[in-house]
């Protein structure tokens, strides 16, 4: 099986954030050598004009197109993965990098799972369950990726997590990282969907791409407790009014909002007052 290789000169602040878009666009893996993001997918999936288009909106473009031989992507990975720092308290790092003082170190092997710290997305999502209460509390995280997110509301004492992906090998990724940092109450099960729960929650977070949380909203806001708080990040800054306003008609309000390299994350209550 062959495999096209896509070379882009490409900024190190933009390189996760064009990773990760890439990546949900049918690359199968990425790695970063001074300056040049190489994007990898098999040569019978490989779109030239599509990856040209994603790239445009990131002024970037490609430098070269070459055909390469079948790589261990999860190798590639893992000699390309750093530690990250999610705010002041949270560490994710790879069982081969030192522990740091802070309240929250978790450890993530390296794996194609998409959550491990380095997006945007995963660190304000972070950054806001960490401040919340957990304790006692039920939490759901919805697309839980490589399960950071529930094994940090593990770490926060909560009493029940149910960590949810529709991906076979994040679930699986997210159950090993779950046993290796010994988090106490989370279930990982494989779902696009929340329907089918009979149980409510008191803080659900949701960190995944924008129209699959407007279609999961009317099921988040089900799902939710009177008193809880749902946690969505996945967004651009510009949908804010569009996020809100779908909230809104569901009952919620927005008590928190914060963009990191024009990615918003958002947090929800139900309205009182409506």
């Known amino acids: 099986m062959s495999y096209t290789a896509v070379h882009i000169l490409c900024d190190e602040d933009l390189e996760e954030t064009v990773s990760f878009l890439l990546q949900e666009n049918g690359y199968t893996g990425t790695s970063y050598e001074q300056g040049t993001l190489i994007a990898y997918c098999q040569s019978a999936q490989h779109n030239e004009e599509s990856t040209a288009k994603l790239l ?4 970037l473009s490609t430098i070269k197109i070459v055909e390469e031989e079948p790589k261990n992507w999860n190798q590639i990975w893992e000699d390309n993965f750093k530690d990250a720092d999610l705010g002041e308290h949270i560490h994710s790092r790879a069982p081969f990098h ?7 170190d978790i450890i993530v092997v390296p794996k194609m799972a ?10 304000l999502s972070a950054i806001s369950l960490e401040k919340l209460n957990c304790t006692n509390k039920s939490v759901l ?3 839980c990726g490589s399960g950071l997110l529930a094994i940090l509301a593990s770490q926060k004492a909560a009493k029940r997590v149910l960590a949810i ?3 076979i090998h994040s679930v699986e990724n997210a159950r090993e990282n779950v046993q290796l940092n010994k988090a106490k109450n989370v279930e990982v099960v494989q779902a696009d969907t929340v329907v089918h729960l009979t149980e409510k929650f008191d803080i659900i977070v949701s960190n995944i791409v924008k129209n699959i949380n407007l279609r999961l909203l009317p099921e988040f806001v089900s799902k939710l407790h009177k008193d809880g708080h749902l946690i969505l990040c996945g967004f651009i800054a510009e949908d804010l009014n569009e996020l809100t306003t779908a909230a809104s008609a569901h009952g919620l309000k927005c008590i928190e909002h914060n963009a990191d390299n024009n990615w918003l994350q958002t947090q929800f ?3 009182n007052n409506a």
Do not use: I
Request: hydrophobic share 25%; no cysteine.
């Open 56 to 59: 445009a909106s990131f002024n």
């Open 98 to 104: 030192p522990a740091k003082d802070v309240k929250h």
């Open 114 to 123: 998409f959550g491990t710290g380095h997006h945007e997305t995963t660190r």
């Open 141 to 143: 995280d919805m697309g």
């Open 165 to 167: 992906d529709y991906d």
């Open 269 to 271: 209550t139900f309205d």
